[in-house]
């Protein structure tokens, strides 16, 4: 017979209230978001470093926007939260969707020319 140590019947970690609450808030953006842009939203869930992770939601119409949250693990239970389709990259089909206006060319041009 096998001897169980106590963190093999230990039950489950409750999640953070904490890091729930930072999901819950930004989900709520994110989802005000979609309903803004078409209905739906896809979005992805990137690190951007080791104190931060962004969510770029594009939405049905080719809108997009992004969120930053805390930690990777608040990201994506925002955008599980918020009912987002989530990608693992942001190339292909979403990345084609994506609408982009003269400020983001603007913005894109001076970085270039030194603006």
């Not at 489950?12 to 309903?35: G, M, Q, W, Y």
């Not at 951007?48 to 997009?64: F, K």
């Amino acid at each position: 017979m096998r001897d169980m140590s106590s963190a093999e019947t230990a039950t489950p970690a409750k999640p953070d209230a904490r890091a729930e609450r930072r999901a819950k808030r930004i989900a709520k953006n994110l989802t005000s978001f979609a309903a803004q842009h078409g209905g739906s939203a896809d979005g992805v869930v990137e690190y951007v470093g080791r104190t931060a992770t962004r969510i770029v939601v594009v939405g049905a119409d080719g809108a997009w926007g992004d969120q930053v949250a805390p930690t990777y693990a608040v990201g994506l239970r925002a955008a599980e939260l918020a009912g987002l389709t989530v990608h693992d990259s942001f190339e292909g089909e979403l990345g084609l969707r994506v609408k982009t206006g003269v400020y983001e060319w603007k913005r894109m041009a001076g970085i270039q020319l030194g603006g």
